[in-house]
């Protein structure tokens, strides 16, 4: 859970006699006051740096902050937290018996959602959690704004994040034996017990024009919408498009592994209602152990292995199998890790002496760190652990860039040390 201070918030009798000591005596930049008719209040906000200060008139005599200032005159009225998912947050403090003075989310100035967590229990301060307005997603579903590309530059090589949007899978699935008391606080869940993916995808630039993993695409079915919540109003179209990237400019697409989220953007269905591969000019590389499990899906397997998404491949003749650890094309090479799937691998990328590494289902996100947090969707959950445990030691003392692909928040960053325990220096 991520919470950073937005705003202190304070009650005056008058915002322009008010303003005449901010603005004027201390030469804060002023922004365009806001009637909020929810809370009827006329808010003025003066920009201190990463956070600033909210100065908050009452509109009506019935509002809560006339009442304040009767009771107590002018003064600091609340602080305000700003939060990425408000609805998660609520719900993670009703699990722990928090007072709450609002259950649900509201509208806030700026088009913000808001709610207030009672004095009672924040030790006397009235609490604001406050997400902000996304630009393009719907806040009232509880989602925000799209994930833009990041570029990395990794000496000749150009790496750039691209999204397929995000998705929700199961808590519980996510982090195997770790009781939910744990990971809940890392990652929070929504009322379905499901926490929020990334399906952030890899382009890479060197020698060629590389894409790894390619998000869920746009066949899933209404059932399969309905159970993974997907987000993709923003999606990997739009995100190669701001990257400057068409899909006939991609030469290669490379596989981690073949689960849906990773490989149902490799095709796309044409309107003829048939299915194609999606990135005309490329040849897909796939290792050849995932891709005989994949065609040949089990009852464990078969809920994330749709042959839709990567059968047309062979068929128009652009799949290529790769049998063991090999470098893809310079400076980018495959290293099997096993454990989520027999054959899972992760990409390890190098130029001039740094190395950078799509981690993959091996540390799906940063809270994934712990040696044994891992998920209960891998096959062979021992494999995973074993060879994660080396891999952390290695990352480590080399100082491997780590590019995360499901991590709602954190994009790429290093793993560091400090009195026994690690953690993620974020970069992007």
């Known amino acids: ?256 592994h073949l689960h849906f989220d990773h490989a149902g953007g490799f095709t796309e269905r044409a309107e003829d209602g048939s299915v194609r591969p999606r990135f005309p000019r490329a040849q897909y590389m796939v290792r050849r152990g995932e891709w005989d499990d994949a065609m040949n899906p089990n009852e464990r397997t078969k809920g994330s292995y749709f042959l839709e998404n990567y059968s047309p491949l062979a068929d128009h003749h652009v799949l290529q199998l790769v049998d063991e650890d090999a470098t893809i094309m310079p400076g980018v090479r495959v290293r099997r890790t096993g454990g989520h799937t027999m054959h899972h691998q992760i990409v390890v990328i190098e130029s001039a002496g740094k190395t950078a590494v799509f981690a993959a289902d091996l540390l799906p996100t940063a809270a994934h760190l712990p040696e044994a947090w891992v998920m209960g969707y891998d096959l062979f959950p021992l494999d995973t652990l074993n060879f994660k445990r080396a891999f952390l030691r290695e990352a480590v003392e080399r100082e491997y860039l780590i590019l995360f692909e499901h991590d709602p928040d954190i994009a790429a960053g290093y793993i560091r040390e400090r009195d026994g325990k690690r953690y993620i220096e974020k970069v992007a």
């Open 1 to 256: 859970m991520k919470v950073t201070l937005d705003h202190v918030g304070i009650a005056v009798s008058d915002l322009e006699t008010s303003l005449a000591f901010f603005r004027d005596g201390l030469g804060l930049e002023v922004e365009r006051p806001e009637e909020v008719p929810s809370q009827r209040v006329r808010a003025q906000f003066l920009a201190t740096g990463p956070s600033s200060l909210e100065l908050l008139e009452a509109t009506s005599p019935d509002s809560s902050i006339a009442k304040f200032l009767e009771k107590r005159g002018p003064g600091l009225h609340h602080i305000t937290l700003r939060v990425d998912d408000i609805r998660a947050v609520l719900h993670h403090l009703r699990q722990r018996n928090v007072r709450l003075i609002d259950d649900e989310p509201r509208a806030g100035a700026g088009g913000a959602s808001v709610a207030f967590i009672h004095p009672s229990s924040a030790h006397g301060v009235l609490v604001e959690l406050k997400q902000v307005a996304s630009r393009s997603l719907d806040d009232a579903c509880g989602r925000r704004q799209p994930e833009l590309p990041k570029t990395i530059q990794l000496g000749d090589i150009e790496i750039v994040t691209v999204s397929d949007g995000f998705f929700y899978l199961d808590g519980g699935a996510m982090f195997g034996v770790i009781p939910k008391i744990f990971w809940e606080k890392v990652a929070p869940p929504d009322e379905r017990n499901r926490i929020r993916m990334a399906m952030r995808c890899l382009l890479v630039r060197g020698a060629r024009t590389m894409l790894i993993d390619a998000g869920a695409g746009d066949k899933m079915s209404a059932k399969q919408d309905e159970i993974y919540r997907f987000e993709r109003d923003y999606n990997l179209s739009d995100s190669l498009r701001a990257a400057a990237v068409s899909p006939g400019a991609v030469d290669v697409v490379l596989a981690t």
